[in-house]
C-alpha cells in the first residue's frame, strides 16, 4: 500500500530537491577539497608549504611520530586515507631527531597525491565513488524531476568548502558525518521512496500490483512512467492475454530518471563499507551498516516465502545446476549488496534466453529448459527486494542473478 502521493509529480521532484540533494552537497562538498589539494599541495616542496598553517594541520595534524598517519583519531590521517596527500614521514622525524627546525627537515622533501593506492586499496577509494556519484547527479539535473538541482550552486558550495576547510582543516570529519547521514536518509531501509524506487527496478506486473495496489489505476502507471520512467521491459509471447499482462515486466531503462536514483542509492550504501586507514567508517563513528542490513532483512522475508521455494523445486534445481556460484565480495542484485562471509545463502549467477514459454538458462557450458512464467514466479520476490537480476544483454538473451538461502 502507497501512504505517499507516488502519482504526483511534485513528490518525486521533493525527493530528489531534499533527501537526495542532501547527499548531492555533501559529496561536491569532499570532492572539492580533494581538487584543491591537487591543485595547492601535489608536488610541492614541504619546506614552502609549512607558512600555511591550514596546509600544517592537513599534513601532520595529530602526528608525534611516522605511524601516526594510520591512526584515526590523527587529523593527518584522513587528510591522507581520504585524498592519498602523502608524503616521506619518516624522513622528515629523522631530520627533526637530528635536531633540525620543521622548517629545515622539510626542505627538499616533496608531497603527493597517490590516487593510485585506491586501487591497491579499493575500501579506500571514498572519494572516487563520491565523483560517479555526482556524475550521476550532473545526469539527473537534466531530467524534468532533477530541476531543483542547480550547477549554479554547487559552484558557489564548491568555493565556501575551500575557505571553510582553509580555515578549520577539522571540518573534514564533520563533512564525513554529514556524508553518513545523507546515506541513512535515503537507505531503502529507511526511506519509502527508496525502497520504491528498488523494488520496481525490474519486476512483473502481477507482482508489482500486488504490493503497490493503487497503480492498477492506469494514470499513477501513466504518471510513474513520465515522471521516473517505469516501463515494459519484457512482454512474454503467451496466447492469453491475461497471463501476458501478468507476466509482463516492468522496470527503469538505463539512462531513466528511476535507473539514475537506483544507481545513486546503490552507489551511496557502498561508501557504508569504505574504510579511513583500515578502520571501516561505520566503526568510527558508531553508526550501521545499512548495506549489510537491508541484505540480512531481504533474505529473512525470501525465507518467509520458503511455501514458494518449495513448489519451484525444479527451477531452482536447474539454476544450482547451471548458475555460477559468486564469490565473497560480489555484488549481488539491482542494488549491487556485497556477499559477506556471513551470507547464509547461495548466490547464483548465469544467462538465459527466451523462446515463447521455453525459457533456456545457461553458464559455463552447461544448460537447461525451464518455464518462464515459473521462473519468474520464483524470481519475482527477488527483483522486488533488490538481490535478484534479469535484465537484458541483447537482442534475447538476459543475464540473472539469484539467492537461494541455505538455512
Known sequence: MLTIKYD???TWIGYVENELNRLCETSIKLISIGDWIIKNVKDRDLGELLSDPSILKMLFGG???PEDIYNVKTLACWYSSLYGLDLNYREVFNRL??????????TGITTSVRTEVFNIFPRRAIIPLLRRILSLFEELAKESIGKKLSIKKWRRIRNETIEDVKAKPEIIVDLMSELLKSIYNISP???EKSFFIVSTHTIPYFYMVNAYREIEDKNVLKTLRKVLGLEVLFTPEISSETLRDDYTIFGYSKGSPGYIILRIISEALKVLSMEISETPLTEIFETPDDRLKYLEQALRKLKAT???HEALKDIIEALEYVGSRLGLDSTIGSLELYTPPTLKAVALEGKLTIKGVTLTVHSNGRYT?????KFIDFIAPQLFLGIGRFRRTNRNVYEWQVVIPTE
Request: charged share 20%; aromatic share 0%.
Open 8 to 10: 504526483d509529480p511534485a
Open 63 to 65: 602526528l608525534h611520530k
Open 97 to 106: 631527531e637530528l635536531g633540525l627546525t620543521m622548517g629545515e627537515a622539510c
Open 189 to 191: 531501509l529507511r526511506n
Open 306 to 308: 520458503q511455501h514458494h
Open 369 to 373: 529448459n525451464i518455464n518462464l512464467l
